[in-house]
C-alpha cells in the first residue's frame, strides 16, 4: 500500500458540516480509503471514523469496538429502540467530551465494500458508535448535544480548535 495518509478534519473545517453524499456505484477506490479510514482510526486510538472526518463528503463509516472492524457504506438506521447515555469523544474534536441520549438498540441497513446488502444489529457501545458515525455524514456533532452549562465548558476549546483548523487551511 502506498504510503497516503488521511488526514484527520477537525472542529472548525466546513466538511464536518456537509451531508455527505450517498454512494452511487461502489469502486475500488471506495475500498482504499475505507482502508485508510480504518488505519487512521486504529491510529487515533478512534472506535469509529467517518469519511468527512477526512475530508471527503461520501457516505462511508468504519467502526471497531472491539469485536470487528466494521467497513460500511450508505448506512442507515431501521430501526431503534431504548436509550442509552454515553460520555462521547470524537476525533474531530478532540479533548472535549460531551454526555449524549441515543437509542440503545438498532437495525441498520448498508453495504459492504464490495457493494453487498447488510443488515445488522447492534447494542450497547457498537450502536452508539454507528449513531455518532452517522451523525456524522449528516452534519451533525456531538457538541450539537452539549447542553447550555456543557456549552459554557468546551466554548474556549471550541474556539482554540477552530482557530487551528483555519490556520491548517492557509496555503
Ligand atoms: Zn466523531
Redesign the pocket.
Same mark, same amino acid.
Given at each position: 500500500m502506498p504510503e497516503t495518509r488521511l488526514k484527520i478534519k477537525v472542529f472548525g473545517d466546513p466538511v464536518l458540516r456537509k451531508k455527505a453524499k450517498p454512494v452511487k456505484r461502489i469502486t475500488a477506490k471506495h475500498r482504499e480509503i475505507l482502508s485508510l479510514m480504518a488505519q487512521s482510526m486504529y491510529e487515533g486510538s478512534g472506535i469509529g471514523l467517518a469519511a468527512p472526518?477526512v475530508g471527503i463528503s461520501e457516505q462511508l463509516i468504519v467502526a471497531d469496538t472491539g469485536e470487528g472492524l466494521y467497513k460500511l457504506i450508505n448506512p442507515r438506521i431501521v430501526k431503534a429502540q431504548g436509550s442509552q447515555v454515553n460520555q462521547e469523544g470524537?476525533?474531530?474534536v478532540p479533548g472535549i467530551c460531551v454526555k449524549v441520549k441515543r437509542a440503545k438498540k438498532i437495525k441498520l441497513e448498508a453495504q459492504d465494500e464490495f457493494g453487498l446488502p447488510c443488515n445488522i444489529e447492534a447494542e450497547g457501545l457498537l450502536a452508539c458508535v454507528f449513531q *455518532?458515525e452517522i451523525d *456524522?455524514l449528516k452534519g451533525k456533532l456531538?457538541v450539537d448535544y452539549a447542553t447550555l452549562l456543557d456549552k459554557i465548558k468546551i466554548v474556549k476549546a471550541l474556539r482554540e480548535l477552530k482557530k487551528k483548523a483555519k490556520h491548517e487551511d492557509l496555503p
Open positions: 472526518q470524537c476525533l474531530s *455518532h *456524522h456531538i
